[in-house]
T-cell receptor, first 115, second 112 residues
Framework: EAGVVQSPRYKIIEKKQPVAFWCNPISGHNTLYWYLQNLGQGPELLIRYENEEAVDDSQLPKDRFSAERLKGVDSTLKIQPAELGDSAVYLC?????????????FGEGSRLTVL | KQEVTQIPAALSVPEGENLVLNCSFTDSAIYNLQWFRQDPGKGLTSLLLIQSSQREQTSGRLNASLDKSSGRSTLYIAASQPGDSATYLCAVNGGGSEKLVFGKGTKLTVNP
């Protein structure tokens, strides 16, 4: 069974440019998360989806970040415009069932460098 | 607000040693706790998931315990190997927050 798939693995852009990350969760996993991880820190939640509904986006900087999960499967996280401080690893994760059940599985992450 | 602390931040041991990694959390009303391993430049790999009703879980050389009343979990690694070198993170689900809260991790180095 395929795990959580993310692309691109690496992205280098200049500040003020847009960037998008894509995530395909494990088949059948209803709950999908986007996390941000800075060097030496644990992941921090950006947004959580239950099927196609964003049920927790309180940590998402909505002035420049947006996300969507059309049809409750794949998801895209977009940053526009990117700032220097956005350089980090963006991790996607999924789990079966709701937020309080089951094991959480992560993708390999998308490493963003903003110059 | 749930806070998760992992001590020590880094640990270096000789191969073959048994070791314990610690994770503490401030709110004991949790649903579950999960231990992950992260290799450099990689995503997180799930090691063990302990439900709130459980006291411990085992997988191979790994054993994780949970004491909700004291807000602590430990990850025991038996007979450590150089391949165990990685950062180990614990994540707490619940405890006043609907989101998974991570510690900063313990960076483990096992020397041959």
């Amino acid at each position: 069974e395929a795990g959580v798939v993310q692309s691109p693995r690496y992205k280098i852009i200049e500040k003020k440019q847009p960037v998008a990350f894509w995530c395909n969760p494990i088949s059948g996993h209803n709950t999908l998360y986007w996390y941000l991880q800075n060097l030496g820190q644990g992941p921090e939640l950006l947004i959580r989806y239950e099927n196609e509904e964003a049920v927790d986006d309180s940590q998402l900087p909505k002035d420049r970040f947006s996300a969507e999960r059309l049809k409750g499967v794949d998801s895209t996280l977009k940053i526009q415009p990117a700032e220097l401080g956005d350089s980090a690893v963006y991790l996607c994760a999924s789990r079966p069932g709701g937020a309080h059940t089951g094991e959480l599985f992560f993708g390999e992450g998308s490493r963003l460098t903003v110059l | 607000k749930q806070e998760v602390t992992q001590i020590p931040a880094a640990l270096s041991v000789p191969e073959g040693e048994n070791l314990v990694l610690n994770c503490s959390f401030t709110d004991s009303a949790i649903y579950n706790l999960q231990w992950f391993r992260q290799d450099p430049g990689k995503g997180l790999t799930s090691l063990l998931l302990i439900q709130s009703s459980q006291r411990e879980q085992t997988s191979g050389r790994l054993n994780a315990s949970l004491d909700k009343s004291s807000g602590r979990s430990t990850l025991y690694i038996a007979a450590s190997q150089p391949g165990d070198s990685a950062t180990y993170l614990c994540a707490v689900n619940g405890g006043g927050s609907e989101k998974l809260v991570f510690g900063k991790g313990t960076k483990l180095t096992v020397n041959p």
